[in-house]
Every structure is written in C-alpha cells, then in structure tokens.
C-alpha cells in the first residue's frame, strides 16, 4: 500500500446529533467531522451552526469554510451551486438517500478505503499551492512551429 493510500481523510457529516448522518447541507444544525484511515477513526470536532435564516449568503459561506480541509462531506441533499462551490475547494459531496448512523458509514468507508482518491485528493492539493496554470501558461514562451 503506498504511504499516500495510508494517509488520513478528513470526513464531515451533516447532523443534527453527531450520531446520525440524518440532514441536509445547506441547512444542518452542525457538521461532524472525522480523521479517518484504513484502520482507524476519530472525532475531531463538531461545529454547530447558527441560524442566519433560510437565504442568508453567511449560512453557506460557513458550512464551506468549515469542510476547506475535508475531503468528503457525507449529507442527504445539496443544491447543485452549494455542490460546485464544495468542488471547487477540493471537497467531494457524497448524498446518501436516507438516515444513518455515523458509525456504520465510517465502518462502510473503510471496508472501501479509497487509496487512489487519496492520491488523486493529494495530487489536487499539490495543484492549489502551486501558481495559476493559465497565468503560467500566458507568461511562458510561446513555440512558433505551428506558424
């Protein structure tokens, strides 16, 4: 197994009692999140939310500063725009059609551990830090054999 399929995932899940994966994303009352490994789990902390109301643009901006580190968000539903934003900060949005308990999603994640998502989530992060490709593109020479 290489080291980067040993490493440790973080993993939230949208709850109402950081024992049941039983809410939605835009609107659950707090996100539990798990460190997790082919051989362990552990809780690294719950944030709760507060309500800002149904619309309010602060409900998601927290919930998305929350999961920047995670690679996965376990939940029942998320809207396709809140779904593109997690995307696009390097967090995949897993739904899962009905309540369950936390526990067994960790056992299930495990039993499935995904070592070349790991490679690719790390292979990912190593894209972030690195300068804009197209502005790297833009400021490179440009061969002129096709002219």
Same mark, same amino acid.
């Given at each position: ?9 973080? =993993?939230?899940?949208? &709850? ?10 835009? &609107?659950?009352?707090? %996100?539990?999140?798990? &460190? ?18 149904? %619309?309010?643009? !602060? ?7 929350? %999961?920047?580190?995670?690679?996965? /968000? ?7 725009? /809140? ?9 995949? /949005? /897993? ?14 994640? !495990? ?5 070349? =998502? ?28 096709? &002219?």
């Amino acid at each position: 197994m290489t080291e980067l399929a040993k490493k440790n995932l973080k =993993i939230a899940f949208a &709850s109402s009692n950081q024992t049941h994966l039983d809410e939605h994303f835009g &609107s659950c009352r707090q %996100l539990t999140i798990y &460190s997790l490994s082919p051989e362990s789990s552990s809780h690294l902390q719950t944030i709760e939310f507060i309500s800002h109301g149904r %619309l309010h643009p !602060q409900k998601i901006n927290d919930r998305l500063v929350a %999961l920047k580190d995670c690679f996965a /968000v376990y939940c029942l539903a998320c809207g396709n725009p /809140v779904r593109q934003q997690l995307l696009a900060q390097g967090t995949r /949005v /897993v739904i899962i059609s009905k309540a369950q308990l936390i526990d067994n999603l960790l056992r299930q994640i !495990q039993a499935n551990w995904p070592g070349e =998502i790991a490679s690719r989530q790390a292979r990912q992060s190593m894209r972030k830090k690195e300068t804009d490709y197209f502005a790297q593109l833009a400021e490179s020479e440009w061969d002129d054999q096709f &002219s």
